[in-house]
Every structure is written in structure tokens, then in C-alpha cells.
């Protein structure tokens, strides 16, 4: 069974960083485009960034441009996200998912295999 797992969430001062990992189990992620999303309560989920299953094409949100960067270690079959410079508007559920175009980068593709989610909140 397909499952990705995300982990490295928290609560963090505004400009601060955290760096989140999504790990695939029961597949291989080589050959999937990965995206990050986020959901804040009352709000629509929207995507963060993505990614090629090669990691050479990426796409970020307009809102996280500079600040976040979308990275991916096939050899451990996990992918990242680091986010710097944090703001309170940041805080959010957010989730990865998997999207077998491998070649897209795009965020409004096919993405299943959600995980369960990481809180991150950014707060003083």
C-alpha cells in the first residue's frame, strides 16, 4: 500500500525555520512528482510546492517564493521542505502527496497517496 508520511512540524517563533521530510513507504518515490500543500483552519488547501521525480523542475507559491526551497533524496526515498523565514500567516496542516507524472512539477496535477499530516505554527 502506497503511504507517505510527514514529519518535522512544530511551533516556531515568526522568522524562524523548520524543515519538514516526507517519507514513502511501499513504493518508490523515483517515480512520482511530489507536492507539499497546506490547509489553515477555515481556509481552502492550497499547494506549497512541488516537485519532478528527478527533482529538476520545481514550483512554488508565490507566497513562499525566497523562503521555502522543495528538495528530494530518492535514495531514501524521502523528500523536503525547508522553510525559512517563517510568518504567522505560515501556519497551517501541511501535507505531501504523490503524483505519478513524473515529469510535472506542476501543483494542480493528480496527487493521491495523502499523508496524515504536520502542524506547523508559527508564533511568538
Known amino acids: 500500500q502506497l503511504q507517505l508520511v510527514e514529519s518535522g512540524g512544530g511551533l516556531v517563533q515568526p522568522g524562524g525555520s523548520l524543515r519538514l521530510s516526507c517519507a514513502a513507504s511501499g513504493f518508490t518515490l523515483d517515480y512520482y512528482a511530489i507536492g507539499w500543500f497546506r490547509q489553515a483552519p477555515g481556509k481552502e488547501r492550497e499547494g506549497v510546492s512541488c516537485i519532478s521525480s528527478s527533482g529538476g523542475s520545481t514550483n512554488y507559491a508565490d507566497s513562499v517564493k525566497g523562503r521555502f526551497t522543495i528538495s528530494r533524496d530518492n535514495a531514501k526515498n524521502t523528500v523536503y521542505l525547508q522553510m525559512n523565514s517563517l510568518k504567522p500567516e505560515d501556519t497551517a496542516v501541511y501535507y505531501c502527496?504523490?503524483?505519478?507524472?513524473?515529469?510535472?512539477?506542476?501543483?494542480?496535477?493528480?496527487?493521491?497517496?495523502w499523508g496524515q499530516g504536520t502542524q506547523v505554527t508559527v508564533s511568538s
Open positions: 502527496a504523490a503524483d505519478p507524472s513524473p515529469k510535472s512539477s506542476s501543483c494542480h496535477g493528480s496527487f493521491g497517496s
